[in-house]
């Protein structure tokens, strides 16, 4: 579900842009962290069936997967987050901090005129 919510809020920006500059969208760029995560196929499928019938039908939608960035308590070494390594990689700990996580964002709409 949480899927289809993004992908309406993004179709309806996106929309909102076609119908100010007269064009039809080809394709869309948005990031995420990984407290937010979106399953790509999915985010895809939910948007296809929005956009059907639509100046938004047959884009390309880009999903970049931001990783989260952790803080090690013991050596200060900051580094990538991995829930299948969660230490730190220089040192070992499982004390670390983890840093601000990406939000969701919609980056970049390529557009071309009707």
Avoid at 19 to 40: K, L, M, W, Y
Avoid at 54 to 79: D, W, Y
């Amino acid at each position: 579900m949480h899927e289809t919510m993004v992908a309406q809020s993004i179709f309806e920006s996106i929309q909102q842009l076609t119908n100010e500059h007269n064009a039809r969208a080809v394709e869309a760029t948005i990031s995420c962290g990984q407290f937010n995560p979106i399953n790509d196929e999915v985010l895809n499928f939910a948007f296809d069936l929005i956009a059907k019938g639509t100046p938004c039908e047959g884009m390309k939608l880009n999903i970049k997967h931001i990783p989260l960035s952790a803080s090690c308590k013991q050596c200060g070494v900051r580094f990538d987050y991995d829930v299948y390594k969660p230490g730190c990689p220089d040192c070992n700990s499982m004390e670390f901090d983890f840093k601000e996580d990406a939000p969701l964002l919609l980056e970049e709409i390529e557009l071309e005129p009707n």
